[in-house]
């Protein structure tokens, strides 16, 4: 075998595997900010879970001088704060603190659910602990006016017709040729980034090192052990500020706390921008730094900000009127790429994603059941977008064969492990959503492949759809990333390099701390957990349902994931 070969395809199945996984109450600390370098903004959600209270944090940390020319918004950090209602105002009052970093592609909107579940589940055992959800700092160049009007049409004519909301119009999708700056955005800055807000937001030590929990989803596990590694006053012989002295235990929700990718193998095709392995690091560099490389992760289908804005569009529609009988498709205007992503998505075979027919739009579907066909486990031919939130119902059903067949030879990692379901009969009855907790009931007609294998059952659906509406459609920091910075993933692909590897300085600090991992049984390690680290297992999860999961499952038991996560808060250091 040819072995450089080789190793491009094995470098581009970890890299693309963690790739698809697709906008005051209180005061800050004393000392820890210039006045006007802070504000906290009371976030507003129709969550069932009334008992917490969130808000959202920016705090101003300037880039280096270096970093070139940049829109103002990208100066500042930002992040969700969720804590018990009756629990203290100030963050250094709190039991404990939960600082988590998104996967590749997500932000911080894409917490809720968790997050929620988890204050809330510490709160019943008199735990007042926090939550904060991190966005990245690129982050910065999304624009939730549309999604905020909370209207779909509005949202619509706001992104892709030119139409004024609140006075304000839509600059369009950032173009590569004005993210110069983002060329050098990689893991080095994304941990001072994590390092400066814990500063800024607690400035004592000695209280980060006691109360605060490091962790992340995804990407967000490997980011974790190099903030836990890492050195921040560049003396390594000198370890208050290393990383691991910032944490009291780290947690991993669907991944390990690591300095590697190979946890996070097998779930994307080869068709984003990454560039070749073949290429070194200062080629990489110069190549990211002169533009001839793109600057954030896209592909044509679906992972672009133009497509991955109408995830958040979809949630809309089922927020606003779930059961009634959706217009999106036909509303949206026509062009290549949301065309060439509603026929990847939707479907039933080659034939019919050649010839464009049938296509979605031919169909009558709720807006509850179009937000499930684009992030369903039974629907979505993409792992890393795949939640257990219901099933279609309504109508006659088949199966789902493209981009692969279903049946003992479908292929996993890439497009997980369930099979794929699509409505079967276009100008026909209107297709509803059947959520989590329907699913198994008496008037379930059990939908089954033409193999006769069900599609699903209830012990493996585990999150609410209206809650993922609500996580996506909102928060005013999004659920998706339009910009994420092709130097995170290349700088973790390139990690023997001697630019990467220096940052690794206290390689001792991922075991400094204890540590808690959490898997989705059907998730990205599905088939070869790490029984070393002694995780949790909440079987029936798929990816993305670690962090979107109802607080009440269908087994009648809490949420496992949320549960465990204030055990461990609550457990003693």
Same mark, same amino acid.
């Given at each position: 075998?040819?072995?450089?070969?080789?190793?491009?395809?094995?470098?581009?199945?970890?890299?693309?595997?963690?790739?698809?996984?697709?906008?005051?109450?209180?005061?800050?600390?004393?000392?820890?900010?210039?006045?006007?370098?802070?504000?906290?903004?009371?976030?507003?959600?129709?969550?069932?879970?009334?008992?917490?209270?969130?808000?959202?944090?920016?705090?101003?940390?300037?880039?280096?001088?270096?970093?070139?020319?940049?829109?103002?918004?990208?100066?500042?950090?930002?992040?969700?704060?969720?804590?018990?209602?009756?629990?203290?105002?100030?963050?250094?009052?709190?039991?404990?603190?939960?600082?988590?970093?998104?996967?590749?592609?997500?932000?911080?909107?894409?917490?809720?659910?968790?997050?929620?579940?988890?204050?809330?589940?510490?709160?019943?055992?008199?735990?007042?602990?926090?939550?904060?959800?991190?966005?990245?700092?690129?982050? $910065?160049?999304?624009?939730?006016?549309?999604?905020?009007?909370?209207?779909?049409?509005?949202?619509?004519?706001?992104?892709?017709?030119?139409?004024?909301?609140?006075?304000?119009?839509?600059?369009?999708?950032?173009?590569?040729?004005?993210?110069?700056?983002?060329?050098?955005?990689?893991?080095?800055?994304?941990?001072?980034?994590?390092?400066?807000?814990?500063?800024?937001?607690?400035?004592?030590?000695?209280?980060?090192?006691?109360?605060?929990?490091?962790?992340?989803?995804?990407?967000?596990?490997?980011?974790?052990?190099?903030?836990?590694?890492?050195?921040?006053?560049?003396?390594?012989?000198?370890?208050?500020?290393?990383?691991?002295?910032? $944490?009291?235990?780290?947690?991993?929700?669907?991944?390990?706390?690591?300095?590697?990718?190979?946890?996070?193998?097998?779930?994307?095709?080869?068709?984003?921008?990454?560039?070749?392995?073949?290429?070194?690091?200062?080629?990489?560099?110069?190549?990211?730094?002169?533009?001839?490389?793109?600057?954030?992760?896209?592909?044509?289908?679906?992972?672009?900000?133009?497509?991955?804005?109408?995830?958040?569009?979809?949630?809309?529609?089922?927020?606003?009127?779930?059961?009634?009988?959706?217009?999106?498709?036909?509303?949206?205007?026509?062009?290549?790429?949301?065309?060439?992503?509603?026929?990847?998505?939707?479907?039933?075979?080659?034939?019919?994603?050649?010839?464009?027919?049938?296509?979605?739009?031919?169909?009558?579907?709720?807006?509850?059941?179009?937000?499930?066909?684009?992030?369903?486990?039974?629907?979505?031919?993409?792992?890393?977008?795949?939640?257990?939130?219901?099933?279609?119902?309504?109508?006659?059903?088949?199966?789902?064969?493209?981009?692969?067949?279903?049946?003992?030879?479908?292929?996993?990692?890439?497009?997980?492990?369930?099979?794929?379901?699509?409505?079967?009969?276009?100008?026909?009855?209107?297709?509803?959503?059947?959520?989590?907790?329907?699913?198994?009931?008496?008037?379930?007609?059990?939908?089954?492949?033409?193999?006769?294998?069900?599609?699903?059952?209830?012990?493996?659906?585990?999150?609410?759809?209206?809650?993922?509406?609500?996580?996506?459609?909102?928060?005013?920091?999004?659920?998706?990333?339009?910009?994420?910075?092709?130097?995170?993933?290349?700088?973790?692909?390139?990690?023997?390099?001697?630019?990467?590897?220096?940052?690794?300085?206290?390689?001792?600090?991922?075991?400094?701390?204890?540590?808690?991992?959490?898997?989705?049984?059907?998730?990205?390690?599905?088939?070869?957990?790490?029984?070393?680290?002694?995780?949790?297992?909440?079987?029936?999860?798929?990816?993305?349902?670690?962090?979107?999961?109802?607080?009440?499952?269908?087994?009648?038991?809490?949420?496992?994931?949320?549960?465990?996560?204030?055990?461990?808060?609550?457990?003693?250091?």
């Amino acid at each position: 075998m040819d072995t450089s070969r080789s190793r491009r395809r094995t470098w581009r199945s970890a890299a693309l595997a963690v790739l698809l996984t697709a906008g005051t109450l209180t005061a800050a600390a004393p000392h820890s900010q210039a006045a006007g370098a802070r504000t906290e903004t009371p976030v507003t959600s129709t969550s069932p879970v009334t008992e917490v209270s969130e808000s959202a944090v920016r705090v101003k940390v300037p880039l280096p001088a270096s970093f070139g020319a940049r829109p103002e918004a990208c100066d500042w950090l930002s992040y969700l704060r969720y804590r018990a209602a009756d629990g203290p105002a100030a963050s250094a009052d709190a039991d404990r603190i939960l600082i988590a970093q998104p996967g590749i592609l997500e932000g911080a909107g894409a917490f809720d659910s968790v997050a929620r579940n988890t204050v809330a589940r510490a709160a019943e055992q008199g735990q007042h602990i926090e939550f904060w959800a991190l966005d990245r700092r690129s982050n $910065c160049l999304e624009d939730r006016t549309g999604i905020a009007s909370g209207d779909q049409h509005t949202a619509v004519d706001y992104y892709y017709r030119d139409k004024e909301v609140g006075g304000r119009t839509f600059d369009g999708f950032v173009g590569n040729d004005k993210l110069g700056w983002m060329a050098k955005l990689g893991i080095e800055q994304t941990v001072r980034d994590q390092y400066d807000l814990l500063a800024a937001e607690l400035p004592d030590q000695s209280l980060r090192k006691q109360k605060v929990l490091c962790g992340g989803h995804s990407l967000g596990g490997v980011i974790t052990g190099y903030f836990a590694a890492a050195d921040f006053d560049g003396n390594r012989a000198t370890t208050t500020d290393a990383g691991y002295n910032q $944490c009291a235990g780290y947690f991993a929700l669907d991944t390990t706390v690591s300095t590697t990718l190979a946890d996070l193998s097998g779930s994307i095709p080869d068709d984003t921008n990454l560039p070749d392995i073949g290429l070194g690091y200062g080629a990489v560099q110069a190549g990211l730094d002169s533009g001839i490389l793109s600057r954030t992760l896209s592909a044509p289908v679906l992972l672009n900000p133009e497509t991955m804005m109408l995830l958040a569009i979809a949630g809309l529609g089922a927020l606003q009127d779930a059961d009634g009988e959706a217009d999106l498709p036909r509303y949206l205007p026509s062009n290549t790429n949301i065309e060439a992503t509603n026929r990847f998505l939707f479907s039933e075979d080659t034939a019919t994603f050649l010839t464009g027919s049938p296509a979605v739009k031919d169909y009558r579907l709720s807006n509850a059941a179009v937000l499930g066909a684009l992030m369903d486990d039974q629907s979505v031919p993409l792992a890393f977008l795949q939640t257990s939130v219901g099933f279609f119902d309504g109508g006659p059903i088949a199966d789902k064969n493209f981009p692969a067949a279903n049946g003992s030879s479908q292929p996993t990692g890439l497009y997980g492990t369930e099979y794929k379901a699509i409505p079967d009969q276009p100008h026909g009855p209107l297709y509803t959503w059947r959520d989590y907790d329907r699913v198994g009931d008496s008037d379930d007609p059990v939908y089954r492949s033409a193999d006769g294998t069900p599609f699903t059952a209830a012990g493996k659906e585990v999150t609410d759809l209206r809650e993922l509406a609500r996580s996506l459609a909102e928060q005013p920091l999004d659920f998706t990333e339009q910009y994420f910075p092709t130097k995170l993933v290349t700088d973790l692909q390139l990690a023997t390099s001697p630019q990467v590897k220096r940052l690794v300085v206290h390689p001792a600090g991922l075991t400094a701390n204890p540590a808690l991992t959490v898997l989705a049984g059907d998730g990205l390690l599905a088939g070869r957990i790490p029984s070393d680290l002694h995780p949790v297992v909440a079987d029936g999860y798929q990816h993305l349902d670690v962090l979107t999961a109802a607080p009440e499952q269908n087994n009648g038991r809490p949420e496992i994931v949320s549960t465990h996560l204030a055990r461990f808060a609550a457990s003693p250091r």
